[in-house]
T-cell receptor, first 113, second 112 residues
Framework: DAGVIQSPRHEVTEMGQEVTLRCKPI?????LFWYRQTMMRGLELLIY????????DSGMPEDRFSAKMPNASFSTLKIQPSEPRDSAVYFC???????????FGQGTRLTVV | GNSVTQMEGPVTLSEEAFLTINCTYT??????LFWYVQYPGEGLQLLLK?????DKGSNKGFEATYRKETTSFHLEKGSVQVSDSAVYFC???????????FGQGTRLTINP
């Protein structure tokens, strides 16, 4: 398996634009997580899904952020409109089974100017 | 709620020095415990794990023992290398929600 695949790896956009980040989890994994990493706040859990259903979105910072998982092999994280403070590295991770580790993608580095 | 606390960083050592990065946790029950490593520009990778009390996880010369009595999972390595320079995260799995709870990370720099 190729692991968790995220795209794009880098994104530079202007303030106010819509940004969509994409994730393909490992085949057969039933949990999917979206994290944000910044120097100031470290690693933050934004939202996670189980069997394509959002379970906890309490980490989503504002209504500008939304996430979907239309099927078991694809998820998106959308920011609309984007702001400079959204600049961060966004990670997707997936896992399966009870009490097991998660596997991370390479991340998307987002810069909003 | 569940939480993980790591020692403050950054940590700077010379090559071949002994490494300890402290990690303590607060959790209900007996969660599985993990150490992840993040090299520059990359995602987090699982370094080692332990699933029950007194288990020792090990990988690439790193070790950590699940200590229930002290609720700790300290990371150790006997002789570090420059290539070990990275950020290290301690984590546990919330057994109810089945989500990983991470510590704040410890940046390690090894000088030749």
């Amino acid at each position: 398996d190729a692991g968790v695949i995220q795209s794009p790896r880098h994104e530079v956009t202007e303030m106010g634009q819509e940004v969509t980040l994409r994730c393909k989890p490992i085949s057969g994994h039933d949990y999917l997580f979206w994290y944000r990493q910044t120097m100031m706040r470290g690693l933050e859990l934004l939202i996670y899904f189980n069997n394509n259903v959002p379970i906890d979105d309490s980490g989503m910072p504002e209504d500008r952020f939304s996430a979907k998982m239309p099927n078991a092999s694809f998820s998106t994280l959308k920011i609309q409109p984007s702001e400079p403070r959204d600049s961060a590295v966004y990670f997707c991770a997936s896992r399966t089974g009870l009490n097991t580790e998660a596997f991370f993608g390479q991340g998307t580095r987002l810069t909003v100017v | 709620g569940n939480s993980v606390t790591q020692m403050e960083g950054p940590v700077t050592l010379s090559e071949e020095a002994f490494l300890t990065i402290n990690c303590t946790y607060t959790a209900t029950g007996y969660p599985s415990l993990f150490w992840y490593v993040q090299y520059p520009g990359e995602g987090l990778q699982l370094l080692l794990k332990a699933t029950k009390a007194d288990d020792k996880g090990s990988n690439k010369g790193f070790e950590a023992t699940y200590r229930k009595e002290t609720t700790s999972f300290h990371l150790e390595k006997g002789s570090v290398q420059v290539s070990d320079s990275a950020v290290y995260f301690c984590a546990l799995i919330d057994q109810g929600a089945q989500k990983l709870v991470f510590g704040q990370g410890t940046r390690l720099t090894i000088n030749p």
